[in-house]
């Protein structure tokens, strides 16, 4: 595709579901990043991706958040029985070379947890 | 642990004014620096890239400038109109991360016609 596309955009869950977020990155592009941004917040880091590597999983809140990228292209945060504070939009950035490079963001999925 | 700091918070201008967005950060050893646009509800569109090495990068109405050594960067933007309307973020890679980066809260922009 042209850009960064992800799915769903908007999702609702109650307290102690699990949700699964999906990243469709710019075709060929090998790191891949996942970041949370909180209302009124700029962006947080939360796991890189080269290729299908996990290299960096810092920024990551708590042990029932997991990602994946199981064939170095398509990308899944999972979220465990989830709390109101994962309430917030959820970015998903691909660049074309290895680490550094222009970031191109895809438009969010913003998850309510009620 | 490098900050990201963007002054002011808001700024509300009439159409037509040329202005400058601030961005500082606490620890000089970057990599690169950019700046974003975000829509409401919307993503974030990268504007300008500036590594390192460069002091500036420009892209039609768009200026940015980059000090290192001093830990801050602006982005001028000319003949300013409603369409540019939105928050802008600045965004840091430090030297010796894997390639995340580190966003400042960014700056609400409110073009009057």
């Known amino acids: 595709g042209a850009g960064v596309s992800q799915s769903p955009r908007y999702k609702v869950a109650k307290r102690g579901q699990d949700v699964a977020l999906r990243c469709d990155p710019i075709?060929?592009?090998?790191?891949l990043f996942w970041y949370q941004q909180a209302l009124g917040q700029g962006p947080e880091f939360l796991t890189y991706?080269?290729?299908?590597?996990?290299?960096?999983k810092s920024g990551l809140p708590s042990d029932r958040f997991f990602a994946e990228r199981p064939e170095g292209s398509v990308s899944t945060l999972k979220i465990q029985r989830t709390q109101q504070e994962d309430s917030a939009v959820y970015l998903c950035?691909?660049?074309?070379?290895?680490?550094?490079?222009?970031?191109?963001f895809g438009p969010g999925t913003r998850l309510t947890v009620l | 642990k490098q900050e990201v700091t963007q002054i002011p918070a808001a700024l509300s201008v009439p159409e037509g004014e040329n202005l400058v967005l601030n961005c500082s950060f606490t620890?000089?050893?970057?990599?690169?620096l950019q700046w974003f646009r975000q829509d409401p509800g919307k993503g974030l569109t990268s504007l300008l890239l500036?590594?390192?090495?460069?002091r500036e990068q420009t892209s039609g109405r768009l200026n940015a400038s980059l000090d290192k050594s001093s830990g801050r960067s602006t982005l001028y933007i000319a003949a300013s109109q409603p369409g540019d309307s939105a928050t802008y973020l600045c965004?840091?890679?430090?030297?010796?991360?894997?390639?995340?980066?580190?966003f400042g809260k960014g700056t609400k922009l409110s073009v009057k016609p």
């Open positions: 075709s060929g592009h090998v790191s």
């Open positions: 500036i590594q390192s090495s460069q």
């Open positions: 965004a840091v890679r430090d030297g010796g991360s894997q390639g995340n980066l580190i």
């Open positions: 950035a691909s660049s074309l070379g290895a680490g550094g490079g222009e970031q191109f």
């Open positions: 991706f080269q290729n299908e590597a996990q290299l960096d």
């Open positions: 620890d000089s050893a970057i990599y690169n």
